[in-house]
């Protein structure tokens, strides 16, 4: 992605109630040294994030990201972010986009180490060119995630529901894939549950219904499947969370990944086995995730 614009922030308690957060907020060169060599998230991925899409200069979503950033905050121990200073930082990112389709990123990390307080900055890149994947699809490898369906009650201090920038395995899951002769993976945990994609929740639909796996089962609550769901029930569809196994996925009527700037991308394939991808429905459902949502 090219970086086109930049904010740092100087976080503010979350309760803080002025009005003007102007003074707070730095613009920077998206393409010059920033942070200081003590930042622990360079040092150990030690922060959260989120990403948003922009379209025609309109941030998505915003709403439901900054819940989500707030509550991976919550889940690593950081300060509570401010609502409103961080609405702020987005209008005065999202006023650089233009026309067609960027990304903000939005990052909270622990700061410098042995540092007071934390370090929080926004980025603005253009987004990738998705048009591809959101018409013809993207073949999937299912990966063994390497523990039982359990585990994330059992263990919540790996932070399994929340969105780090510790995001090595997720990487490595694509490459992994991409080795494997598919475009991205789907996660499965050792005992046959679906869980998600390193950077997309995973929608089956089975006759009119729509499912996507539990998030109590360990895994980021996707905002663009919550938008989603919404809309398909405002449309008549049942929507449900349930415990999806591998078979599911293999046998549902159709399957996309769905992300913030990648949107809807029909499965057509699963560990090489063609699936069919439902090319009207997919052209309906991303051309509601590319209409203004907040």
């Not at 919550?74 to 986009?97: F, K």
């Not at 998030?215 to 449900?240: C, D, K, N, V, Y």
């Amino acid at each position: 992605m090219a970086w086109r614009f930049a904010l740092v922030i100087d976080p503010v308690a979350s309760d803080d109630q002025r009005e003007d957060f102007s003074d707070t907020l730095h613009t920077v060169d998206p393409n010059a040294p920033v942070l200081p060599l003590g930042e622990l998230s360079a040092q150990r991925g030690d922060g959260v994030f989120e990403s948003l899409g922009v379209v025609d200069g309109h941030p998505q979503e915003v709403g439901p990201h900054l819940e989500r950033l707030a509550r991976s905050a919550g889940l690593c121990d950081l300060p509570t972010p401010n609502p409103a200073q961080w609405r702020a930082a987005i209008e005065r990112v999202a006023a650089e986009a233009g026309a067609g389709e960027s990304v903000i990123k939005l990052i909270l990390s622990r700061g410098v180490e042995s540092g007071a307080s934390p370090t929080a900055w926004i980025t603005l890149a253009t987004a990738p060119d998705n048009l591809r994947a959101r018409r013809d699809g993207v073949r999937i490898a299912t990966l063994d995630r390497g523990y039982p369906a359990d585990v994330p009650a059992r263990a919540p201090w790996l932070l399994l529901g929340a969105k780090t920038l510790s995001y090595a395995v997720n990487m490595a899951a694509i490459r992994e894939a991409q080795r494997r002769g598919a475009d991205d993976a789907v996660f499965v945990t050792n005992d046959g549950v679906v869980l998600e994609a390193p950077t997309a929740s995973v929608l089956l639909r089975v006759g009119d219904r729509f499912v996507t796996p539990e998030p109590q089962a360990g895994i980021l609550h996707g905002t663009t499947q919550l938008s989603l769901f919404s809309h398909l029930e405002s449309r008549g569809f049942s929507t449900s969370y349930e415990t999806v196994l591998l078979d599911d996925l293999e046998d549902a009527d159709a399957a996309w990944l769905l992300s913030s700037v990648r949107l809807a991308a029909p499965v057509s394939a699963v560990d090489g086995r063609p699936k069919t991808v439902d090319r009207e429905l997919t052209a309906d459902l991303n051309a509601y995730l590319l209409s203004p949502r907040d």
